[in-house]
């Protein structure tokens, strides 16, 4: 089984930067699609972006541009690193795995069966 942890979340003023990693304490990243997904109160969960292991990468709205997904997979590691951060990116950041697929990566939050505790991203105006 893949243990997945965050770090790197707290509170940024708009239009600054932040970085999120994500480490898998136990597994690995090869053969998984990989992605960051973020949930705010009232809203339902939402990927911000994904990765494959073919190394495409997907993002959704907002997100495309200001963010930018990676992965060193020699360290089992994932970033975030999140520019120009804006105070609607305030939310919960959770770092997730599908095992089930290495390529061809979905967005949707329920095709990934690994999850990582979570990490508070808090935007100031």
């Known amino acids: 089984q893949v243990l997945l942890e965050e770090s790197g979340g707290g509170s940024v003023q708009a239009g600054g930067s932040l970085r999120l990693s994500c480490t898998a304490s136990?597994?690995?990243?090869?053969?998984?699609?990989m992605g960051w997904f973020r949930q705010s109160p009232g809203k339902e969960r939402e990927a911000v972006a994904i990765i494959g292991s073919d190394d495409s990468t997907r993002y959704a709205g907002s997100q495309k541009g200001r963010f930018t997904i990676s992965t060193d997979n020699g360290q089992n590691t994932m970033f975030l690193q999140m520019n120009s951060v804006r105070p609607e990116d305030t939310a919960m950041y959770y770092c997730?795995?599908?095992?089930?697929?290495?390529?061809?990566?979905?967005?949707?939050?329920?095709?990934?069966?690994?999850w990582g505790q979570g990490t508070q991203v808090t935007v100031s105006s």
């Open positions: 997730a795995a599908d095992s089930r697929r290495w390529y061809g990566c979905l967005l949707e939050p329920m095709q990934y069966n690994f």
């Open positions: 136990r597994g690995s990243f090869r053969r998984s699609c």
